[in-house]
């Protein structure tokens, strides 16, 4: 029997449970999110962190994004010492930095949030702004458990791409959505000396597997390695750069679906091509990444903007969104057209940005930080 096609539902009216009040609430455990929420609870802010995962990093350990950024001071530093100090992060020969464990970077988050007395609600999603005469004053979580309302005297937006900004009514910029976006992988029992001594003829060993029909033509080129540190080299470990994939969108479900999708397929048909190269006989996936790397992204039109040529500290109008109160926005959504983020994105590490965050939202919440 033919269903007809439904193109919207009316919910009815329902009353809302508040889980809990707060000075500041943190949407998005990222490094940006808890660097946010670990200042403004140093500061002594009431500060409670909503993040849709398990575990706070957000996309940087998920998606294999070892690289550690440089950091002159602050909470970057603080969390490249905890790194270094437990033998987790050590220069990586493929790129001259550092290079950390994401699972080490999972337990030195948590540490320092759990230290600074930020509260926690884990495998959470902030779904709606709650909105009062322009001005954000909390956010609806859902969960297991059923929808929450929590009322905050500031909000930060640490979603990475101005998630919740663009439900409060924020103007955005979006990209054209041709952005690659790449999926890592993890392989153990690497004979890793003899896998780089054979790296000159990586290429002409792809591209022979290619003529044969053994791989596709969307795999990488080459085979790219990651990680090439003394930890890693003693654990016969390496992160390989799999399948990049271009103008694939990156903002609906659908098309993030259909990449994800594709791009496990794609490494799944390159690990057995592996086996045939000298040193990686023997490899086996310890696993793939948790989520795509991707590359660009949404920015708030703030108060402020940063343009090309106009790298360094970003002044606090950019972290403000034009006609919203009480929100803040951090991460790679601040406002910032995309020639001034390309250019100095080196400069603005996520925890740099959070932690500017988290002092401008104690400012207003409790009116530390003058």
């Given at each position: 029997m033919?269903t007809d096609l439904?193109?919207?539902i009316?919910?009815?009216?329902r ?5 809990k009040?707060?000075d500041?609430?943190v ?6 999110g808890?660097?946010a929420?670990v ?8 500060v409670?962190?909503?993040e849709?995962n398990?575990?706070l990093?957000?996309?940087?350990p998920l998606s294999?994004?070892?690289?550690l950024?440089?950091s002159?001071g602050?909470?970057g530093?603080e969390?490249e010492?905890?790194?270094v ?8 020969a ?7 464990e994401?699972?080490?970077l999972?337990?030195v988050?948590?540490d320092?949030?759990?230290e600074?007395g930020?509260?926690?609600?884990l ?18 979580v859902?969960?297991k458990?059923?929808r929450?309302?929590i009322p905050a005297?500031?909000v ?13 009514g924020a103007?955005v910029r979006?990209?054209?959505?041709t952005?690659?976006m790449?999926?890592?992988?993890r392989?153990?029992?690497?004979d890793?000396e ?13 591209a022979?597997a ?9 795999q990488?080129d080459?085979i790219?390695v990651?990680g090439?540190?003394?930890i ?6 390496l ?6 994939l ?8 659908d098309?993030?679906?259909?990449a994800?999708a594709?791009?496990?397929m ?6 057995p ?13 310890i ?5 795509m790397?991707?590359?660009r992204?949404?920015h708030i039109?703030?108060?402020?903007e940063?343009?090309?040529g106009?790298a ?19 991460g790679?959504?601040v406002s910032?057209?995309p020639?001034g983020?390309a250019q100095s994105?080196?400069d603005?590490s996520?925890a740099?940005?959070g932690?500017r965050a988290?002092q401008?939202a ?8 003058g």
């Open positions: 033919a439904i193109e919207r009316t919910l009815p009216k009353r809302t449970p508040v889980y009040s707060v500041v609430l949407c998005g455990g990222g490094i940006a808890v660097c929420a200042t403004a609870a140093r500061a002594g802010a009431n409670l962190l909503v849709r398990v575990v990093g957000g996309n940087a294999f994004a070892i690289d950024p440089v002159d602050g909470l530093a969390i010492a905890r790194l100090a437990g033998g987790e992060a050590a220069p990586d493929t790129t001259g930095g550092l290079a950390y994401p699972e080490a999972k337990y988050l948590l320092l949030a759990q600074a930020v509260h926690l609600l495998s959470s999603w902030v779904s709606t702004p709650i909105m009062d005469d322009g001005a954000v004053r909390g956010a609806m859902e969960n458990s059923g929450f309302a005297k500031i930060i937006d640490a979603t990475g791409d101005g998630e919740l900004a663009l439900r409060a103007d979006e990209h054209d959505g952005g690659a790449q999926m890592r992988f392989l153990g029992e690497v890793i003899r896998a780089l001594a054979g790296a000159a003829d990586w290429s002409g060993l792809v022979k290619k003529r044969e029909g053994r791989l596709s033509a969307e990488p080459t790219v990651r090439l540190t003394d890693w080299k003693r654990r016969n470990t992160y390989v750069d799999g399948p990049m271009e103008g694939q969108g990156t903002w609906t479900p098309a993030m679906t259909r994800e594709k791009a496990r794609l490494v799944r048909e390159f690990l091509f592996l086996k045939s190269v000298p040193g990686f006989e023997q490899s086996s996936l696993d793939l990444a948790g989520t790397q991707v590359p992204t949404r039109v703030g108060n402020a940063v343009g090309d106009q360094g500290a970003l002044p606090e109008d950019c972290f403000l969104p034009r006609g919203l109160a009480k929100l803040i926005v951090t790679q959504a910032i057209t020639q983020w994105r080196a603005m996520g740099a940005l932690e988290g401008i104690a400012r207003h919440a409790i009116g530390i930080y």
